[in-house]
Structures are given as C-alpha cells and as structure tokens.
C-alpha cells in the first residue's frame, strides 16, 4: 500500500549548508550519517514551532521535506539568518512528488538493513527514500522528479491508500502531523517531539539556535503544561478546535481522523476523561512513552 504525502521542500548547498541548517533546527544534523535522516522542528525565540521538518544529509546538499506550503515561510526565515554562511536555497516543490509505501510494503530497491537514508533507482528514476513512521511502524517515505510519477507509481507494491486513511492510522498509533494537525505555535515537549515522544526532533546537547534557551529550560524543569494525548469521538471536528471540560479551554484537538484526533491537552487531565471538542464529547486517551 502506498500514499501520496502533500508536500514542500528546499533544497540547501554550499559548503557551509551542514552547519548553516544545523544551526536552525532543533535536532543535531551534524552526528547525522552521510546520508542520513533527521526529524527537527525550526522553532521561534519563545521556542514554539513554527515548521517541522525531515532533513536529508546528502553528499552535494540538505533536502528539506516539509508539509505542504510550508517551504516558502521556511525558506524566508533561513534566508534572515544567512550573514556570511556559503549557502544556497532553492526551492523544489514544484519539481518533486513524495509518496509513503505503508509499513509491510517494501519497494524495490530499498534496503532493510540499510540506512535511514538510501538513493537508488527506481523505474528508470533515481528516488531518495527515508525510513519514516507515519503509520505506527516504520514504512518509507520516497521522493521523485514529478515528471517520473507515473512510472514510479506504476512500480510502487500494492495498491493506492487514500490520505485519510493514513492519517486514521496514525492517530491511531498517536502520531502528530505538526502541520495538518494545527500543532505551530506550540512547544515541541507539548506535541510529541521530545525524546520519549512519538516524534522525537529534539537534541539538548547539540549547541545553540532559535529557542534552544526555552528548550533547556524545559529540560531542566521538566515542566511543559500540556502533552500530546489521543482523543477518541465520533466528530468530525476541525483541526485546531478547543478542547473544553468543566467549561475550561483545556487544549486543543488535531485533525479528525478514524475515530478522533491526537491532541494537545494539559497534564491533569487523567486517561479516561471526558471532554468536549467544538461542543461534541470525546473521551481521553494517555499515549504511552516510547522507550
């Protein structure tokens, strides 16, 4: 099975495009392999993300594999930080396509064993293919020209998935999808993205960079309000919409999907608890820290 992921993406070289990206994001893109693959957010002073991101280390560049219309914000705000740094961006949304082969599926091609991080080729195609669960186990993200999709769809094992589909399983399995789930503007530790979440982007030994102030503070105090939790209800409701109990705003709910949503909901609330989203019930669920 396989899924097409709406998406943006830059593409960074220059001699300094290792360190210049490094020096942005949250997750350390220097102990990355060559190639390799690493999740990160770029966050804001108050340290609230403002894009999440999948860089690729490359040999010649840094792809950045961001939602869709996301790679144009990023790219300004990098571009505010390039002071003496030999760097370049260009942005390839317009040339690339991205789809996900479900986990179970392995297209032809991909190693296993291998890296996180693997080029080959593909139906005539040279595809780049990352290691990436959006599912509740890892399946594989691949990247290709535009103009090869129909021979590198044609190729593909199994049959199209729908992206609803996709994303019922990864609620489900308690993923957030930053982006398409409303969660800019919040604290990574709040969303799943710190080290035992289901997203980990987070590196609190890798040096300095936006927000990275707020994110060690957090680390030291351990004392983010909110975290990341699965709510269960018939919907549908929007991506965004308050979460409410006791007449309070107590967090806020990601897309509807399947049987309900990820979340962003304060700590007090206890497993089982009901609330109401955008005035329907829906009962908590406490997602289980990853090892």
């Known amino acids: 099975m396989w899924t097409r992921i709406p998406s943006s993406s830059l593409r960074v070289t220059g001699a300094d495009r290792v360190d210049f990206v490094h020096g942005q994001m949250t997750n350390n893109l220097r102990a990355a392999p060559t190639p390799g693959l690493v999740p990160c957010a770029f966050l804001n002073v108050r340290g609230q993300i403002e894009q999440f991101a999948r860089a690729y280390r490359r040999e010649q560049d840094v792809y950045l594999h961001l939602d869709a219309d996301q790679a144009g914000a990023l790219a300004a705000r990098l571009r505010r930080y390039i002071i003496f740094d030999q760097v370049e961006m260009q942005d390839v949304t317009d040339e690339l396509r991205t789809v996900h082969v479900w986990p179970g ?51 593909l094992p199994g049959t199209e998935v729908p992206l609803a589909e996709l994303d019922a399983a990864r609620v489900q399995a308690g993923i957030p999808d930053i982006t398409r789930d409303a969660l800019t503007g919040t604290l990574p530790q709040e969303v799943g993205l710190d080290l035992n979440g289901p997203l980990p982007s987070i590196s609190y030994r890798k040096g300095c960079y936006v927000g990275q102030e ?78």
């Open 214 to 291: 707020i994110m060690a503070r957090l680390e030291a105090r351990g004392n983010a309000r909110y975290h990341l939790v699965r709510l269960t209800g018939a919907g549908p409701w929007e991506a965004g919409a308050e979460i409410t109990a006791d007449g309070k705003v107590v967090g806020q709910a990601g897309l509807h999907a399947g049987s309900g949503s990820v979340a962003r909901l304060r700590k007090e609330l206890a497993d089982g608890a009901g609330v109401q989203v955008a005035g329907q019930p829906a009962t908590v669920q406490l997602i289980a820290a990853h090892a």
């Open 105 to 155: 599926a392995v297209p032809s091609g991909w190693q296993a064993d291998g890296g996180d991080a693997q080029t080959f080729e593909l139906a005539g195609s040279t595809v780049l293919a990352g290691r990436v669960n959006r599912a509740g186990a890892a399946g594989v993200d691949l990247h290709y020209l535009a103009r090869h999709e129909d021979a590198v769809l044609a190729a």
